[in-house]
């Protein structure tokens, strides 16, 4: 089989939908290994916050980029776009087929699909946004995106003050839209993706969730997060499951509530991942209930009609 004869195939989802489970029995049909594309559980000290898959999981089938960095590393989606295809031309030469499994949308994106180019700007301009996030607070940068880019306003996950302020640096720096740099000439790939969706009705995926945030408490979640109360200024610790813990540890909040704030912010997680992963239309949507048998089977299919 020619490097254009192999299959790449993606597990998507939302959070705690089963994307770990799908994968593993996905893996164990094809002979073959897993590459995460969750941009959370690179980071080994973040096991349990992360739902990353267990040990147990893990000896199941071979995983890729669990546990890989520290987050004290500085580590890009342009970084993982390079060590995945290189993981993947290895793998590519004794498998025809590899798993990859992901709730992070542009880590997914940019394996399958290759990234944006941007030029380079001035580092100051980005010094000075963070400077004006900190004094002014993050409504007035997306006031500022607004002005300059109302169609990245509308697109980008504008709660994330790291997104809102890459796209106005490229504004600012190149005296340009952010958005008019999106989907011009990407990578090419010399495999093929088959991009597998899992989905429920809402109320099962938040229900899903709450229980989840509940066996992550249960599992030692908030001993996890004590032990990086010294790193939480780290951008990596920036996340849901952490950054709720530490306004606790810093009496901001009581227990409970930060328990809640998890269930909230991870819900709202969970939809901007769909509205995301929904974007491409080329992906073959299943109930989060649907039989392994049944995935493989429109798999292989569409494998034959390549």
Known sequence: MSLNNKYLIAIVGPT??????????????????????DSRQFFKEMQIGTAAPTHEERSQAKHHFIH??????????????????????????DKNVVI??????????AVTKGLDYFPDVDKSIRTQLNKDLETLGLESLQLKLKTLDPKSYNTIAIDNPQRVIRALEICIGTKKPYSSFLNKDKNNRNFKTITIGLTADRDIIYNRINKRVDIMIDNGQIEEAKALISKQHLNALNTVGYKELF?????????????????????????????????????FWFDYNTSVTEIIACIKTNMQSH
């Open 247 to 283: 306004k606790y540890f810093n009496n901001e909040w009581n227990l409970e509530f930060a328990i809640e704030e998890i269930k909230k912010n991870s819900r709202r997680f969970a939809k901007r991942q769909l509205t995301w992963f929904k974007r491409n239309k080329s992906t």
């Open 16 to 37: 705690a939908i089963g994307k770990t489970s799908l994968s593993i029995k996905l893996a164990k049909h094809f002979n073959t290994e897993i590459l995460s594309a």
């Open 100 to 109: 990859m499994v992901g709730g992070s949308g542009l880590y997914v994106d």
């Open 68 to 93: 890989n960095k520290s987050i004290i590393d500085d580590y890009s989606v342009g970084t993982f776009e390079k060590e995945a295809i290189n993981t993947l031309n290895t793998l590519f030469k």
